[in-house]
C-alpha cells in the first residue's frame, strides 16, 4: 500500500515531537529519584537523600544497624546551573565510613528511607577515616578504633599451664594443645593528632579461650565454632560465654619517631608498658602479667596496625624463678583479606565488609632457670558494628 505525503508528513511530526520531548525535558530529570540515591557502597563518607519538595529537614535523623551514627555536617546540595527538578537532595557527612551490609535509615518529617550498603566498586581502596584531621600522608587510624576477633591459639611449645590445660586424661602428650579465641582490641589517641610525630595512645585488649578438647563439634548440635559459614557475632558469644582462660591488659604507647614518612608502610616507633593479667579455670588466683618495651608499629596501608614488640617484665603464672627476669616478644600482622577470595567465599562476605586477617606470635622466655612459652594465634579480625547485627 502506497503511503501519501499527508502521511509521511504526519509519521514525520510525530518523531520530532518525541524528540523534542526527549531534548527539551529539564536536564537531572531523570535522575529525580526520591530516597537515598546514589545508594552508599562499603567505605562511603556520605549519604545523599533526595526528599520531597518542602520537607523539614531540621530534625533529620540517621541510624545505622540501629544505632545513632556519628554525623560531621548535612547541608542541601546546590543543584547544577540549568538543572529543575522536584526533589530536594540532602547530603550527610559521616564521621566514620560505612561498612558492606550495613543497614541505614534515614527519616525527618514523617518521610522515612532506609537501604543497605553495596560492596565496593572494583578497584575502590577502603576509606579507613571520613573526617580531614585523620586523613594524612603517613598516618589513617582514627581518633578511636575497636575491633572483635575470632579465631585459634596453638600452644605446641608451651607448657599446660599457659592454656589452662591442667588434665592429662582430656590432653595427652601427643594432642596438638589449641583453643579456639575471641575477643576485642581498642585505642585511643589521647594526645596528639595524625600528622604529629608525638603521639600518646592508650590500648586495650581482652582474650577468652576455650580448649578445642572441650568443644563438642560432632554432636546433633554442632556450636557455631565449628561452622565456617557461622556469623562472627555467633561465634564470638561462644567462646565468650564458655572461656576456660581470660586474659587482658591495658597498654600506654608512646610515639616518638616515625620511619619512612613518603613511603606505602611508615612505622612508628614508640616505648610502652603494659599491665594486664591472666585469669585461669580452677586457679586459685588471678596471675599478673606485666611488661614495659619498645616496638614499631604500622598506622596505614595494607599492614595497617601491625606491630612487632621486644620487652622486660614478669608473669606469674609461671611458679619456677617468678620476678621481673621474663623477655616477652610479639609479633603481630594485620593484612586485608585477597579481593578474589573474597568474592568467591560466602563465608567471608557474611563476616562483613571490614574483615581482615591476623596471625600474632607471643613468646615468653625467663632467661634464668625457669619455663618459657611460645603461644601462635590465628584468626579474623572484624568490625564490631557488623558482628552483631541479627544475632539473637
Not at 173 to 190: D, E, H, I
Not at 213 to 225: E, F, I, L, M
Not at 364 to 379: H, I, S
Request: hydrophobic share 40%; aromatic share 10%; glycine share 10%.
Amino acid at each position: 500500500m502506497k503511503v501519501g505525503w499527508p502521511g509521511r508528513r504526519a509519521i514525520l511530526r510525530a518523531g520530532l515531537g518525541v524528540a523534542c520531548a526527549l531534548a527539551c525535558a529539564p536536564r537531572g530529570a531523570a535522575a529525580q529519584t526520591q530516597g537515598i540515591e546514589p545508594r552508599p557502597h562499603d567505605g562511603a563518607c556520605k549519604i545523599t537523600i533526595s526528599w520531597p519538595p518542602a520537607t523539614d529537614v531540621s530534625t533529620v535523623s540517621l541510624t545505622i544497624n540501629g544505632q545513632p551514627a556519628t554525623k560531621v555536617s548535612s547541608h542541601v546540595e546546590a543543584r547544577p546551573t540549568g538543572e529543575s527538578g522536584s526533589m530536594e537532595r540532602f547530603v550527610i557527612q559521616l564521621g566514620e565510613p560505612l561498612r558492606e551490609r550495613d543497614n541505614v535509615t534515614v527519616s525527618a518529617a514523617g518521610v522515612q528511607y532506609t537501604t543497605d550498603v553495596l560492596p565496593a566498586p572494583p578497584g575502590a581502596r577502603f576509606v579507613e577515616s571520613c573526617t580531614s584531621d585523620t586523613t594524612t600522608k603517613d598516618d589513617e587510624r582514627a581518633v578511636f578504633e575497636a575491633s572483635g576477633f575470632v579465631g585459634s591459639a596453638f600452644d605446641n611449645f608451651a607448657p599446660n599451664v599457659a592454656g589452662g590445660y591442667t588434665n592429662p586424661v582430656v590432653v595427652g602428650a601427643s594432642t596438638v594443645k589449641s583453643r579456639w579465641t575471641a575477643g576485642v582490641l581498642a585505642q585511643y589517641r589521647l594526645f596528639g593528632r595524625p600528622k604529629d610525630t608525638y603521639q600518646f595512645w592508650l590500648a586495650s585488649y581482652t582474650l577468652h579461650g576455650v580448649r578445642t578438647a572441650d568443644v563438642n563439634c560432632s554432636g546433633p548440635t554442632p556450636p557455631p565454632v565449628c561452622s565456617q559459614t557461622a556469623p562472627s557475632g555467633q561465634k564470638f558469644l561462644y567462646v565468650v560465654e564458655h572461656a576456660s582462660t581470660l586474659e587482658a591488659h591495658i597498654d600506654a604507647r608512646f610515639e616518638f619517631l616515625t620511619l619512612q614518612r613518603d613511603s606505602e608502610l611508615p612505622i612508628k616507633v614508640y616505648a610502652g608498658a603494659r599491665f594486664g593479667f591472666l585469669d585461669l579455670e580452677g586457679a586459685p588466683q588471678v596471675y599478673n602479667s606485666n611488661s614495659l618495651g619498645v616496638g614499631v608499629y604500622a598506622p596505614k596501608g595494607v599492614f595497617r596496625n601491625s606491630l612487632a614488640q621486644v620487652g622486660w617484665g614478669l608473669s606469674q603464672q609461671f611458679a619456677s624463678n617468678p620476678g621481673w627476669n621474663r623477655l616477652k616478644i610479639n609479633g603481630l600482622l594485620t593484612f586485608d583479606l585477597a579481593p578474589g577470595l573474597k568474592d568467591q567465599l560466602e563465608f567471608w562476605k557474611r563476616l562483613g565488609g571490614s574483615t581482615r586477617f591476623f596471625v600474632e606470635i607471643s613468646v615468653d622466655r625467663n632467661l634464668q632457670q625457669g619455663p618459657d612459652a611460645v603461644q601462635t594465634y590465628v584468626g579474623l579480625l572484624f568490625d564490631l558494628r557488623q558482628a552483631f547485627v541479627g544475632v539473637r
